[in-house]
């Protein structure tokens, strides 16, 4: 904010040529955006990129044909297509969810093959465009809340699958709403000094090094389940951190009573706040069947696990099982010690709300309730966000056929417990049985309310 001094008479013309200054400023900062908003409206990427064998998109036979759709189908749930393109309420894959982001409202797409509303009037190579290189058929820049980031490494016979089966689903007219962004972001144009900056465009190459499982794994990981939009953090323009890559990140999604709240997704790195005390079986059991000994599945990642990981072959689990235990740590420091009075509230709190199912000892019980102590990733989590989200409004379980094995759900806090309290119990459990999460504070849960 602008401090606004006192201006005395004989200060006037000082003022007057201060206030002319900060005039000419601002008009030069406009000038620049919009020379920037001129200037990138022309770098439209209408090139057709590099050459494609057009013959991918058009199989000979007919049992080639229904290969390919069934292929892409397969591909489609690998990809959690379905969880991003179809609403709640919504017909299968057209369109039409909303994503809030830092820069505004960014709306799913229709992807049935209708003709006016969705992807019925694109070729085949329109759609390897969207996906490789984050264009509309016209020549617009996508924006990247559709993660082309990750899709660009997909082979050019899995697109042609993928886009095999989207042709085949029933077309569907639904026109989305229109997106909702802020200047300058509404302007597609300057998505092209972001891809200069941010985007590398490219099929996935595989590492000789590696067995043909780890690099099934990574382009499972890193290209169709684009799992890093999610476990990356990102920087101020929204793109991935290639520092930081699977350490952790945070995204706006629904808490189980429906409102709009930040999440944090967990680390999947080997570090010790990350997948290093899951076992291998532990982290192909979470994907094939949403639970292990340590933890069962909760909040965003129900649709993950229901309408993608689920679905994939076993080999293909333990590939990706493979993969991400390979990968290298990304250690978070430490959270901030709690003093004593913070940490005997919290005990407190915990021993009269949560003690009974999580057990004294932090380690649960199959029966009763998750495990707290060390291998909770949720726990861990250098932003507390998800943790608060369980407190606060519980944790929304998978419906069938995922049915919880706990015998009792856990309650709601949100009416129970006070700010303080709801902290400090945090603050208790992340702090004690090994954890190291540390310190969560009064603001940090007011946020989540």
């Given at each position: 904010?602008?401090?606004?001094?006192?201006?005395?008479?004989?200060?006037?013309?000082?003022?007057?040529?201060?206030?002319?200054?900060?005039?000419?400023?601002?008009?030069?900062?406009?000038?620049?955006?919009?020379?920037?908003?001129?200037?990138?409206?022309?770098?439209?990427?209408?090139?057709?990129?590099?050459?494609?064998?057009?013959?991918?998109?058009?199989?000979?036979?007919?049992?080639?044909r229904e290969a390919q759709v069934e292929r892409g189908k397969y591909l489609?749930?690998?990809?959690?297509?379905?969880?991003?393109?179809?609403?709640?309420?919504?017909?299968?894959?057209?369109?039409?969810?909303?994503?809030?982001?830092?820069?505004?409202?960014?709306?799913?797409?229709?992807?049935?093959?209708?003709?006016?509303?969705?992807?019925?009037?694109?070729?085949?190579?329109?759609?390897?465009?969207?996906?490789?290189?984050?264009?509309?058929?016209?020549?617009?820049?996508?924006?990247?809340?559709?993660?082309?980031?990750?899709f660009t490494k997909v082979t050019d016979e899995d697109i042609a699958a993928?886009?095999?089966?989207?042709?085949?689903?029933?077309?569907?007219?639904?026109?989305?709403?229109?997106?909702?962004?802020?200047?300058?972001?509404?302007?597609?144009?300057?998505?092209?000094?972001?891809?200069?900056?941010?985007?590398?465009?490219?099929?996935?190459?595989?590492?000789?090094?590696?067995?043909?499982?780890?690099?099934?794994?990574?382009?499972?990981?890193?290209?169709?389940?684009?799992?890093?939009?999610?476990?990356?953090?990102?920087?101020?323009?929204?793109?991935?951190?290639?520092?930081?890559?699977?350490?952790?990140?945070?995204?706006?999604?629904?808490?189980?009573?429906?409102?709009?709240?930040?999440?944090?997704?967990?680390?999947?790195?080997?570090?010790?706040?990350?997948?290093?005390?899951?076992?291998?079986?532990?982290?192909?059991?979470?994907?094939?069947?949403?639970?292990?000994?340590?933890?069962?599945?909760?909040?965003?990642?129900?649709?993950?696990?229901?309408?993608?990981?689920?679905?994939?072959?076993?080999?293909?689990?333990?590939?990706?099982?493979?993969?991400?235990?390979?990968?290298?740590?990304?250690?978070?420091?430490?959270?901030?010690?709690?003093?004593?009075?913070?940490?005997?509230?919290?005990?407190?709190?915990?021993?009269?709300?949560?003690?009974?199912?999580?057990?004294?000892?932090?380690?649960?019980?199959?029966?009763s309730a998750p495990r707290l102590a060390r291998a909770s990733l949720v726990?861990?989590?250098?932003?507390?966000?998800?943790?608060?989200?369980?407190?606060?409004?519980?944790?929304?379980?998978?419906?069938?056929?995922?049915?919880?094995?706990?015998?009792?759900?856990?309650?709601?806090?949100?009416?129970?417990?006070?700010?303080?309290?709801?902290?400090?119990?945090?603050?208790?459990?992340?702090?004690?049985?090994?954890?190291?999460?540390?310190?969560?504070?009064?603001?940090?849960?007011?946020?989540?309310?």
């Open positions: 904010m602008l401090a606004v001094p006192f201006v005395r008479p004989s200060e006037n013309m000082v003022s007057t040529q201060q206030g002319f200054a900060r005039s000419r400023s601002l008009l030069l900062v406009a000038a620049v955006i919009f020379f920037i908003v001129a200037v990138a409206a022309f770098l439209r990427a209408d090139d057709a990129g590099p050459d494609v064998d057009e013959e991918i998109f058009n199989p000979g036979s007919s049992a080639d489609a749930l690998a990809g959690n297509c379905a969880s991003c393109h179809t609403t709640g309420s919504g017909e299968f894959m057209a369109g039409g969810l909303a994503f809030d982001t830092p820069f505004g409202t960014v709306y799913s797409t229709n992807i049935t093959p209708d003709a006016e509303t969705g992807i019925g009037t694109w070729t085949g190579r329109q759609f390897l465009d969207s996906m490789r290189r984050g264009v509309r058929p016209n020549g617009e820049h996508l924006y990247p809340v559709f993660p082309y980031t990750a993928l886009f095999a089966y989207f042709k085949s689903i029933p077309a569907i007219r639904m026109t989305v709403p229109d997106n909702d962004l802020a200047f300058p972001f509404s302007q597609r144009g300057l998505m092209s000094i972001w891809k200069a900056m941010f985007f590398d465009a490219g099929v996935y190459q595989p590492d000789d090094s590696e067995s043909p499982e780890w690099n099934r794994g990574a382009y499972l990981v890193e290209a169709l389940a684009h799992c890093s939009a999610c476990h990356s953090p990102r920087n101020l323009l929204g793109a991935e951190d290639a520092d930081r890559h699977m350490a952790g990140g945070v995204y706006a999604d629904r808490v189980r009573t429906g409102e709009l709240r930040p999440w944090s997704a967990p680390n999947l790195t080997s570090a010790s706040t990350g997948l290093h005390l899951w076992s291998h079986e532990n982290v192909s059991a979470y994907l094939k069947t949403g639970q292990n000994e340590y933890v069962e599945t909760f909040g965003p990642m129900n649709e993950v696990i229901l309408n993608s990981t689920r679905h994939l072959r076993g080999d293909d689990v333990e590939a990706m099982a493979t993969y991400l235990k390979s990968l290298p740590p990304q250690e978070v420091r430490p959270g901030q010690t709690a003093d004593n009075s913070v940490l005997g509230m919290g005990r407190t709190v915990y021993n009269l709300h949560c003690g009974t199912c999580h057990l004294p000892t932090g380690l649960g019980d199959v029966e726990v861990q989590e250098s932003n507390p966000a998800s943790m608060i989200n369980v407190i606060l409004y519980g944790p929304e379980l998978p419906q069938p056929p995922f049915p919880t094995r706990r015998r009792k759900p856990m309650e709601e806090f949100q009416y129970l417990l006070t700010d303080a309290e709801v902290a400090a119990v945090a603050t208790y459990i992340r702090s004690n049985w090994g954890n190291t999460g540390g310190r969560v504070t009064e603001k940090q849960v007011a946020a989540q309310r």
